[in-house]
């Protein structure tokens, strides 16, 4: 892509984020964090793990975004009778009207979407989230020996509540890895919250305005992958990711289990990307991979008893991290 054309793309991306921020606004009070990292998630093309108690907006906030980006959106509620058929669709057997025969036609699931909403995706059990894994990875389904693949963009955002335990299933690692953000969505702040308290009494809600297309999305994400990475911010990120696994970072180690993989480094890279295009800038920096590294890092680091005995956080473990690997 030449200069002159990159500088056009980047002019048009950055008002079409304006405009798409705006348009979540007149919805969602507040949670700017939580809607840049969902932003960032979904230009970059990876599936995001919303983690929060109940009513605080998850669910809307999905919704709202797949409609200001004019996307397909279907939301399958998990619970511990569903089984993998209930989301990626089964074959029926149909009489053909005209030769009598008799034939298999594919129904499609619920999964056949641009946005996926996996409510509660804990509360089914391994077998039935596992039939999510093909689609976050390779975009397609198999179902009954035939492969069917899925409209771009395709997007899988589930959400988690972290404090009801009881009739839930953790999530595998190989699932969670699947993930590029784990997004923490926090309680408002009494102001805002005095504000959805009012709006959401009063008026009725605002209806949102489509930003950008689907085929918006998919350009949107092939521009960010062919933005420039110094050879000084892609070796922060490889070092960052390399000391998750205790290699030499004092105070790491000893609460690990496990540290991230290398698509933790992948998944810096496109974040930084995205977060500094997103804030019209033409090549990342240290500080884009240091704002990214907390919904990356947290669901990839796996803590041992020492962690919980000594109340040692995977928040903590990052920050140690950051504070260790130097640029």
Same mark, same amino acid.
């Given at each position: 892509? +030449?200069?002159?054309?990159?500088?056009?793309?980047?002019?048009?991306?950055?008002?079409?984020?304006?405009?798409?921020?705006?348009?979540?606004?007149?919805?969602?009070?507040?949670?700017?964090?939580? /809607? +840049?990292?969902?932003?960032?998630?979904?230009?970059?093309?990876?599936?995001?793990?919303?983690?929060?108690?109940?009513?605080?907006?998850?669910?809307?906030?999905?919704? $709202?975004?797949?409609?200001?980006?004019?996307?397909?959106?279907?939301? /399958?509620?998990?619970?511990?009778?569903? @089984?993998?058929?209930?989301?990626?669709?089964?074959?029926?057997?149909e009489?053909?009207?005209?030769?009598?025969?008799?034939?298999?036609?594919?129904?499609?699931?619920?999964?056949?979407?641009?946005?996926?909403?996996?409510?509660?995706?804990?509360?089914t059990?391994?077998?039935?989230?596992?039939?999510?894994?093909?689609? @976050?990875?390779?975009?397609?389904?198999?179902?009954?020996?035939?492969?069917?693949?899925? +409209?771009?963009?395709?997007f899988?955002?589930?959400?988690?509540?972290?404090?009801?335990?009881?009739? $839930?299933?953790?999530?595998?690692?190989?699932?969670l890895?699947?993930? @590029?953000?784990?997004?923490?969505?926090?309680?408002?702040?009494?102001?805002?919250?005095?504000?959805?308290?009012? $709006?959401?009494?009063?008026a009725? @809600?605002?209806?949102?305005?489509?930003?950008?297309?689907?085929?918006?999305?998919?350009?949107?994400?092939?521009?960010?992958?062919?933005?420039?990475?110094?050879?000084k911010?892609?070796?922060?990120? !490889? *070092?960052?990711?390399?000391?998750?696994?205790?290699?030499?970072i004092?105070? !790491?180690?000893?609460?690990?289990?496990w540290?991230a993989?290398?698509?933790?480094?992948?998944?810096?890279?496109?974040?930084?990307?995205?977060?500094?295009?997103?804030?019209?800038?033409?090549?990342?920096? /240290?500080?884009?991979? *240091?704002?990214?590294?907390?919904?990356?890092?947290?669901? *990839?680091?796996?803590?041992?008893?020492h962690?919980?005995?000594?109340?040692i956080?995977?928040?903590?473990?990052?920050?140690?991290?950051? +504070?260790?690997?130097?640029?």
């Amino acid at each position: 892509m +030449d200069e002159q054309n990159e500088k056009l793309m980047l002019e048009r991306f950055n008002e079409a984020y304006r405009r798409l921020r705006e348009e979540i606004a007149r919805v969602i009070v507040g949670q700017e964090r939580v /809607i +840049d990292e969902l932003l960032t998630a979904l230009f970059s093309g990876g599936h995001c793990l919303l983690v929060g108690v109940p009513g605080l907006a998850k669910t809307l906030l999905v919704s $709202t975004v797949a409609g200001c980006l004019g996307l397909k959106f279907s939301r /399958i509620q998990f619970t511990p009778d569903l @089984m993998p058929s209930d989301i990626m669709g089964t074959e029926v057997l149909e009489e053909d009207k005209i030769t009598h025969g008799r034939i298999f036609r594919f129904l499609q699931g619920p999964v056949f979407a641009n946005v996926v909403l996996a409510d509660e995706i804990n509360r089914t059990p391994p077998k039935t989230q596992s039939a999510l894994l093909q689609a @976050m990875q390779e975009f397609n389904v198999t179902v009954g020996g035939k492969t069917y693949g899925l +409209d771009l963009p395709f997007f899988v955002l589930a959400t988690q509540n972290p404090i009801e335990l009881e009739g $839930t299933y953790p999530l595998p690692e190989a699932q969670l890895d699947r993930f @590029m953000f784990n997004i923490r969505v926090d309680y408002p702040s009494p102001e805002e919250e005095l504000r959805i308290v009012d $709006t959401t009494t009063s008026a009725p @809600m605002q209806e949102t305005r489509k930003v950008l297309e689907g085929s918006d999305i998919v350009e949107i994400q092939k521009m960010i992958r062919s933005v420039p990475v110094s050879e000084k911010v892609l070796s922060f990120a !490889v *070092r960052l990711v390399r000391a998750s696994r205790g290699e030499g970072i004092g105070g !790491v180690e000893e609460y690990l289990s496990w540290g991230a993989g290398p698509r933790a480094g992948q998944y810096l890279i496109l974040g930084a990307k995205t977060r500094a295009v997103m804030l019209g800038r033409t090549t990342p920096d /240290i500080e884009d991979i *240091r704002a990214v590294a907390w919904p990356v890092l947290r669901h *990839r680091l796996v803590t041992n008893f020492h962690a919980e005995a000594d109340g040692i956080t995977t928040e903590d473990l990052v920050q140690r991290l950051l +504070d260790a690997v130097q640029p």
